[in-house]
């Protein structure tokens, strides 16, 4: 049986700890691949060019738009970030699910390109705890702490257009979450015509 790859994208608000599930979802189940996005931000300390993301300038950033090298992109607080192509397109030609962790104007950019795709919008279980995680992590000054602060209420109004929630409670609970919804949508009808055609065929011949 060809099994399909399905793009699944996961946003939610900075914080939420979308990066720090989909670390562990890659580190336990190596089916995954996880798209890396271009960005015109600096990088954290510890980030590295290439596996957080490709750090661009402006200027490189403009020119991957302009070849269509993006399969999406948005501004957020201050910068831009974007999903290289080819990456994508190549995983999902060799049947591997491929993950996008992108913000929320560029999930509805992939859902009307890719209408396949599964959107998750991950969740802190409060607001509270939400920004105890983004000062936690310590790794933005007060005034984009804020900024984040303030997208965050304006994300909130969106997440109707996503297919699930995902509550990041305790970190081994929302893995499995996710990994359970990326199983449970391998198997709707949808994405097993071609199974479906062949055991019916199959059926007819008796
Ligand atoms: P995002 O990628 O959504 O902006 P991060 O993955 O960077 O968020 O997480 C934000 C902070 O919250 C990090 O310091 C991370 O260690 C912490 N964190 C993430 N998930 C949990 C969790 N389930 N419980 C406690 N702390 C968490
Ligand atoms: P951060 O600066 O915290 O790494 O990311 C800021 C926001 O940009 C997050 O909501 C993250 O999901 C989003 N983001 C990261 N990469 C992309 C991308 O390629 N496209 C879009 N649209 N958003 C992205």
Redesign the pocket.
């Known amino acids: 049986m060809n099994r399909k790859g399905i793009i699944i994208v996961v946003?939610g608000f900075?914080g939420a700890g979308?990066g720090t599930i989909m670390k562990a979802l890659i580190s336990k189940y190596d089916q995954y691949a996880l798209s890396i996005?271009a960005?015109t931000?600096d990088p954290r300390p510890g980030e590295e060019n290439g596996r957080e993301y490709f750090f661009v300038s402006n200027e490189e950033f403009e020119k991957l738009i302009a070849e269509n090298g993006l399969i999406?992109?948005?501004g957020?607080v201050n910068h831009y970030?974007?999903?290289p192509r080819k990456f994508v397109e190549d995983k999902l030609n060799a049947g591997i699910d491929v993950i996008l962790?992108?913000?929320i104007?560029?999930a509805l950019q992939i859902k009307e390109q890719y209408p396949d795709a599964v959107l998750l919008f991950v969740m802190p279980p409060s607001a509270e705890v939400l920004e105890q995680r983004l000062r936690g992590r310590g790794t933005e000054s007060d005034e984009v702490i804020r900024q984040r602060l303030k997208r965050a209420n304006e994300e909130a109004v969106g997440i109707e257009n996503y297919d699930y929630i995902v509550i990041n409670d305790k970190l081994e609970d929302a893995v499995e979450r996710v990994h359970g919804i990326i199983t449970a949508a391998h198997g709707t009808p949808d994405r097993n015509k071609e199974f479906i055609a062949e055991v019916r065929e199959q059926l007819s011949r008796l």
């Open positions: 946003s900075s979308k996005s960005t931000r999406e992109h948005a957020y970030y974007g999903t962790e992108i913000e104007q560029g």
